[in-house]
């Protein structure tokens, strides 16, 4: 089996629609495909009516959280989506991208560079406004090439100069959440440095005493170094090691199945669900 548990599509920052994904994803030879947008499910139906006969559907979802000052994104999977805590907790996060990209814009105005909101506006249409839509602004523009040149400190990386915070959960409480929903927790590229301040190991143990099921280990932002040691952490903390593509459609150079998860750790998320169930394609629309 070929299994990727992490993938974006147009209803966050992706460039397939949920449709598109699915029906690339059987493509691509995947078994198995996790839909897990930016802190949203608006995805699901769509691609539950386009799901190939051969392709099985993981629901899910990135969840925007910071710990200790350092931003970092926590998978969750098959969870109730309408489960009102974990709803509401969604819609906070979700409700603060808009101004938070609006004052992105504006500080990037202030440094030159003639981004606008309307611009932004057409890059994310119906997704959940953010920084890829931001950085692929900036790409539009010629200021950097490429969407992830545009997360450094120059640009948009964590305390960058056009950075804005926004609001982003408690990784404590979004276990909690994600637990009382039925759902599986995994921690996304635990040590892409690229991206900036990374989470002390200290505080993926204190995450894997509070209940964290797995941490990501096969990814793209992790060299071969880095995803040996995070296996031998996973290993030491009980964890769960997957394996994802971290999939943008034409927004990031991964390809789908680039990294994939073990049947066996997967079988293991499926048997710690009870908020939701994988979904077998029975042919698509």
Known sequence: MRIDLHTHSTASDGTDTPAELVRNAAAAGLDVVALTDHDTTRGYAEAVAALPDGLTLVTGAE??????????????YLFDPEEPALLAERELVRDD????AQGMVAKLNGLGVPVT???VLRIAGDGSVGRPHVASALV???????????????WLADGGRAYVAKHETDPFEAIRLVKA????TVFAHPAASKR???VPESAIAELAAAGLDGIEVDHMDHDPDTRA???GLAKELGLLP???????????????????????VYGEITRRATGAFPVPGTGGA
Request: charged content about 25%.
């Open 117 to 119: 909101w309307e611009q």
């Open 242 to 264: 997957t394996g994802s593509s971290d999939y943008h459609g034409s927004r990031k150079t991964c390809v789908l199945g680039e990294y994939t998860t073990d049947p066996e």
């Open 63 to 76: 969840l925007s959280c910071r710990i200790d000052g350092i931003s970092m994104h926590m998978l969750a």
């Open 196 to 198: 900036g301040r990374t």
């Open 229 to 231: 040691r995070l296996r």
């Open 140 to 154: 539009e523009l010629g200021v950097v090439p490429t969407v992830s040149d545009a997360f450094t400190e120059d």
């Open 97 to 100: 991208r808009v101004p938070r």
């Open 181 to 184: 929903a039925g759902g599986v």
